[in-house]
């Protein structure tokens, strides 16, 4: 009991710190990466095993969540299914979702760090400056990131119960936990796959074992980790480019060790943090130098394993640098361009950042016994740290500023992204900006999407010829496109040519049965020809995809408004309550039933 006070108190110091650091962010806007909430399964729990199976296993395409054609990460979508249950398209939700995460984070670290060395001033050394680092600042700041955070937990309980199970408590039961929670590692983010070298290191460096000896020992993992990677290759139709191989190697690597340089020297000096460094493939003299580089660092470290042998110094060089063998992978995967080169995202070692943390803890402290000042010093440093990281929220703030800070970091910079910016400024309801930006986009690549966009634009500045002509030849990029005919269907139900909109409407729906926008309009129509019945199966339709969809409530009710339903207007009406947020609208809808002889006694 003693021990569970304790911790609660380093939690809540930990979770005090955090807020100091990222108080200033919880208000923030979706953004970016998070659009994986543009698809309306995530609003439903019924569609939560779809996150685990791909076409392969029996499902259509359109059954699967958005991305996951692309990545294996089931836990991604259930993570936002019960945060979207949670928190509805209020992004303060998640944001404060993110920060108690991330401060569970620094806990774990902690509890590891005290369990492994027995010094818990060390422990939350490290876990203060891992909370107060910039290079972290994505935990918080991008919604979606809450997936990063539950891989790292799981990782770190993963290793605390293998270390339990090691010193004989409840054996059977922490080694169980253990495996399940490696499995929810790897149902995360694949970078989990280096979990397996942890329990060699931990093994040997805690267990006093060799290397023999160690292995042995971790081959359940090993076993667990093979499972994953047969499902993951053989039943989840990965792309093949995944696994071809593109430049020379020994260039793969020299660009591998410049990216990996980059970012210690961001721990080191934290500026500059973005979403992912860029290196385009090293050509000439560079390539020599950069691989002559990664071979020094390798034997300096093999080197110090000889003579600090299970010292804290050779801990944190082997935890830092294990960390970094998903990066050969991830970003030869990421390639998907070889004139652009390698990408280096700073959250596929964040696990292996913590060696570096540990070790700057480690040699404060033993400065701190010789002299006693050096406590001041690390205040300082906080302090400086906490007020970086507040200043680096206010651009992650803003797209656009996002945007910019972020260009003017590669080197060198790539093309303006026309297309992202044209997105931001539809999400802004920019349009004006928006269509200069897709125009510019369009001169330099025909593209699908952005004659669709651009489509779209036109038809909400009532340019009905420019927007059909541009969505058609969007279709015609892309006969497939559920979203064109969509927007089709948008533009002659503007012109109130309503048979040829449910046409395209019907279509959209053929393409993609999950399309909530067109079936909801397609409830529009049968409502401005008095087929009440038909609009309610469409909006019924739709509330069985995505429950709290209120435009589908508001149809509801305006089509029980045309049957007298009472009893129905009622129950729709306060489900719609509970869910906008829109007053004007509320009037409105309720100056539509006066018009129509419904009292508003009947609410």
Not at 61 to 69: A, G, I, L, P, T
Not at 351 to 363: I, M, P, Q, R, W
Request: hydrophobic fraction near 45%; proline fraction near 4%.
């Amino acid at each position: 009991m003693l021990q569970f006070i304790k911790t609660s108190l380093v939690f809540g110091i930990l979770l005090g710190i955090c807020f100091g650091a990222y108080g200033n962010s919880l208000h923030h806007a979706f953004m970016i990466d998070d659009t994986v909430f543009s698809d309306d399964k995530i609003k439903n729990i019924k569609f939560l095993p779809n996150a685990f199976f791909y076409p392969s296993a029996g499902l259509s395409k359109v059954d699967n969540f958005v991305e996951s054609e692309h990545y294996y990460r089931p836990f991604v979508y259930v993570i936002s299914l019960l945060s979207y249950l949670a928190f509805g398209d209020n992004p303060f939700g998640y944001h404060v979702l993110n920060l108690f995460l991330f401060a569970a984070m620094c806990l774990v670290v902690y509890v590891f760090v005290d369990l492994i060395f027995a010094r818990k001033a060390l422990g939350l050394a490290t876990s203060v400056l891992f909370a107060v680092h910039p290079i972290n600042i994505f935990f918080v700041n991008y919604i979606t990131s809450g997936i990063h955070s539950v891989r790292f937990i799981c990782m770190f309980l993963s290793l605390i119960l293998f270390l339990k199970a090691s010193q004989g408590l409840q054996k059977t039961f922490c080694y169980f936990f253990s495996f399940i929670l490696f499995v929810v590692a790897l149902f995360c983010h694949e970078a989990s796959i280096v979990f397996p070298f942890y329990i060699i290191l931990v093994t040997i460096h805690y267990k006093k074992m060799d290397l023999k000896e160690a292995v042995l020992e971790s081959r359940p993992y090993w076993f667990i980790l093979s499972l994953y990677l047969c499902f993951r290759f053989y039943f989840t139709q990965l792309p093949s480019d995944t696994l071809q191989w593109g430049p020379n190697p020994i260039i793969y690597l020299s660009t591998v060790s410049k990216l990996i340089f980059l970012y210690v020297t961001k721990l080191f000096f934290p500026q500059n943090i973005v979403f992912y460094w860029k290196s385009p493939l090293l050509q000439g003299f560079n390539v020599f130098i950069w691989t002559g580089g990664l071979a020094a660092l390798l034997l300096g470290w093999w080197r110090l394993i000889k003579v600090d042998q299970r010292g804290v110094a050779s801990f944190c060089s082997s935890w830092f640098l294990i960390g970094f063998v998903p990066v050969i992978w991830a970003s030869h995967s990421h390639m998907a361009d070889r004139l652009y080169g390698l990408i280096l995202e700073p959250q596929w070692v964040t696990f292996a950042s913590v060696g570096f943390f540990l070790y700057v803890a480690f040699t404060g402290i033993k400065l701190y016994s010789h002299w006693k000042k050096v406590f001041l010093l690390f205040l300082f440093l906080l302090v400086v740290l906490i007020a970086m990281v507040r200043q680096e929220n206010l651009i992650w703030g803003d797209e656009y500023k996002y945007y910019f800070y972020w260009y003017q970091q590669l080197d060198p910079p790539p093309p303006p992204n026309y297309s992202w910016l044209g997105n931001i400024s539809m999400r802004k309801k920019e349009y004006r900006q928006a269509r200069y930006y897709f125009s510019k986009a369009l001169e330099e690549k025909p593209d699908a999407e952005i004659y669709n966009n651009l489509g779209f634009l036109d038809a909400q500045q009532g340019l009905m010829d420019q927007a059909k002509k541009e969505i058609l030849l969007s279709v015609k990029s892309d006969p497939n496109s559920s979203s064109a005919y969509n927007n089709l269907g948008m533009v002659y139900f503007i012109e109130r040519d309503y048979s040829s909109a449910q046409k395209y409407y019907l279509r959209s729906i053929q393409l993609d049965k999950y399309c909530i926008t067109a079936r909801s309009n397609l409830g529009r129509i049968s409502l401005l020809q008095s087929d009440y019945k038909g609009a309610l199966q469409y909006y019924q339709d739709n509330l069985d995809i995505a429950p709290d969809d209120e435009p589908s409530l508001l149809g509801l009710i305006q089509a029980y408004a045309g049957l007298k339903d009472f009893a129905n207007i009622k129950k729709y009406y306060h489900m719609l309550m509970t869910h906008e947020k829109n007053h004007g609208a509320l009037n409105n809808l309720k100056k539509f039933l006066a018009t129509r002889g419904i009292p508003e006694t009947i609410f």
